[in-house]
Antibody
Framework: QVQLVESGGGVVQTGGSLRLSCAASGFTFAVSPMHWVRQAPGKGLEWVAFVSNDGSLDSYADSVRGRFTISRDNSRNTLFLQMNSLGADDTAMYYC???????????WGQGTLVTFSS | SYVLTQPPSVSVAPGKTARITCGGDNIGRKSVHWYQQKPGQAPVEVIYSTTDRPSGIPERFSGSNSGNTAALTISRVEAGDEADYYCQVWDSVIYHWLFGGGTKLTVL
């Protein structure tokens, strides 16, 4: 069955960096575009970033463009999110999700938590 | 920029029908997707492409979309349906994805 397992979350300080990973299994990762979606504590869902199946195309929410970079290693079935210049507004649960051709997110991981320390 | 508007909360008695709306400018021209999220859990897709149900989602869940309003309808509501529900659309031109603010469904 499809499994997405995020890791790499933790406590960060102003201006810090963090690299999130998402290990995929149960499907052909190399043909699947992927996303990161985040959710601040007690708030709604916010799409963060998209990467095409081969990594040649990416797209970012305005709130993270220029600070975050999405990438993937198809040989290791792993999705990444490099987060730089972090601030309090980036505190959230970060989910990886598989892209469905129709434009939705058909499978989600359980998330990894990024919290901010001043 | 495009905005999706959902009511913060909807309440319904068990066995009745719940309708959760998602408003947007000419949203009827877009494909709308819906997610259910229970406390402490990841979201689960319950409707995609406005009316399609993923495998394993009960027929009680259905979607519609016309004009400026899309809707998720849950028939014969059960206690286990209590959750937050989010609508979502995709701008395939600029490759951006957008969620509504979410609706908390309370089963009385």
């Amino acid at each position: 069955q499809v499994q997405l397992v995020e890791s790499g979350g933790g406590v960060v300080q102003t201006g810090g960096s963090l690299r999130l990973s998402c290990a995929a299994s149960g499907f052909t990762f190399a043909v699947s575009p992927m996303h990161w979606v985040r959710q601040a504590p007690g708030k709604g869902l916010e799409w963060v970033a998209f990467v095409s199946n081969d990594g040649s195309l990416d797209s970012y929410a305005d709130s993270v463009r220029g600070r975050f970079t999405i990438s993937r290693d198809n040989s290791r079935n792993t999705l990444f999110l490099q987060m730089n210049s972090l601030g309090a507004d980036d505190t959230a649960m970060y989910y990886c999700a598989r892209h469905r051709e129709e434009g939705s997110f058909d499978y989600w991981g359980q998330g990894t938590l990024v919290t901010f320390s001043s | 920029s495009y905005v999706l508007t959902q009511p913060p909360s909807v309440s319904v008695a068990p066995g009745k029908t719940a309708r959760i709306t998602c408003g947007g400018d000419n949203i009827g021209r877009k494909s709308v997707h819906w997610y259910q999220q229970k406390p402490g859990q990841a979201p689960v897709e319950v409707i995609y492409s406005t009316t399609d149900r993923p495998s394993g989602i009960p027929e009680r869940f259905s979607g519609s979309n016309s004009g400026n309003t899309a809707a998720l309808t849950i028939s014969r509501v059960e206690a286990g349906d209590e959750a937050d529900y989010y609508c979502q659309v995709w701008d395939s031109v600029i490759y951006h994805w957008l969620f509504g603010g979410g609706t908390k469904l309370t089963v009385l």
